[in-house]
């Protein structure tokens, strides 16, 4: 997109960026970040950004550089050479943290230098843009979407297709649909974590994702309560049927730490912990808790401003907690199963 960089004697540096479409949404953070990036050079006096837009020619080049001859709808996860870890975040039931821990998982995997991507996956409840505080649209060049950055993070939602709060009514073919472009049609790069926020239950997004991306594996939020562990367990369980992994249960909104010391167990406690255990009993599988994330308002705060509680309130027990499962994941090495070793058969 660099089309050019002139430097005068003066100091002063003319920077040509070519957008990929006339329209596009980042034009003022693209100048903005410019802007900014070369004033930090030694010896650079003024900056000057000169905005054009590409070619029909140029956005080819430009989709073949990053995709090379791969088709355009491939969905990269699901080939047997992908080092993705792909990583559902699934819940039995509604409002129990999933998309908190999601949004905080991945700001904290990349403030580590990870590659990382959130793909809002909750076609009809989407929450992740408003709590990573992501304003940029899409910018589509040729076939391909180009999804907007926050905290270093790649994301991806319906919501970023809908104008307001409108609500989407979709059945399911619909559904599977927006799920497969979000996969394939969206250009991620190489990435080292691909997460992806499901709506509660074992509906119509978590078969898709079993089939659009086998290799993908559950991670299980609940609440410490038996109401909330019983239909977890179930929304876990469907790791039997589509034979995917799960990696681990978050337990959330553990306990309330009170000013005295002391920690209010409002919803209970153990649940988590049962949930992992019958996880493991009914797969064969070792389901490990990843950990538990104690009630604190500083997590909903930053939900509704746009700004992770692992980002801005390191210091915070939730974020403490959240960098906990973030840790876990991030020295995971990714799996071998069904990728080819390469290996060829020798003729005796």
């Not at 906990?324 to 060829?344: E, F, K, W």
Request: contains cysteine.
């Amino acid at each position: 997109m660099i089309e050019s960089v002139d430097i005068a004697p003066d100091g002063r540096v003319r920077v040509g960026v070519l957008l990929t479409v006339a329209g596009c949404p980042m034009r003022e953070q693209l100048n903005r970040d410019v802007t900014a990036a070369v004033s930090t050079v030694p010896g650079v006096t003024a900056v000057d950004v000169h905005l054009g837009v590409m070619t029909d020619t140029q956005r080819t080049e430009l989709r073949q550089k990053l995709r090379g001859n791969a088709p355009a709808t491939e969905i990269p996860f699901a080939k047997p050479g992908s080092r993705t870890r792909v990583y559902a975040v699934a819940s039995g039931k509604g409002g129990v943290g999933k998309s908190s821990v999601t949004v905080n998982v991945a700001a904290e995997l990349a403030r580590r230098g990870l590659s990382v991507g959130v793909l809002d996956a909750d076609i009809y409840g989407f929450s992740v843009p408003r709590m990573l505080g992501v304003i940029g649209k899409p910018t589509q060049v040729e076939q391909m979407i180009m999804p907007p950055v926050a905290y270093d993070v790649k994301v991806i939602s319906i919501g970023m297709f809908t104008p307001g709060n409108t609500a989407v009514v979709w059945r399911g073919p619909m559904l599977h649909r927006a799920l497969q472009q979000f996969l394939g049609d969206v250009y991620w790069g190489d990435l080292d974590v691909l997460l992806m926020d499901l709506p509660p239950g074992t509906g119509d997004i978590a078969i898709s994702v079993a089939q659009l991306v086998p290799s993908a594996e559950l991670l299980v939020v609940t609440t410490p309560q038996i109401a909330a562990r019983e239909v977890a367990e179930r929304a876990g369980s469907i790791a039997l049927q589509t034979h995917q992994q799960i990696v681990g249960v978050v337990e959330n909104m553990s306990w309330l730490e009170l000013p005295d010391g002391s920690r209010l167990e409002l919803f209970g406690s153990g649940g988590g912990q049962a949930v992992a255990d019958s996880l493991a009993v009914a797969t064969g599988t070792r389901v490990p808790l990843l950990g538990q994330v104690p009630i604190d308002q500083r997590v909903r705060e930053g939900g509704d401003d746009g700004r992770p509680v692992v980002i801005h309130q390191p210091d915070s027990p939730a974020a403490e907690a959240l960098r906990g499962v973030a840790d876990i994941l991030s020295r995971r090495q990714a799996t071998l199963v069904g990728r080819s070793l390469g290996l060829t058969p020798s003729r005796a």
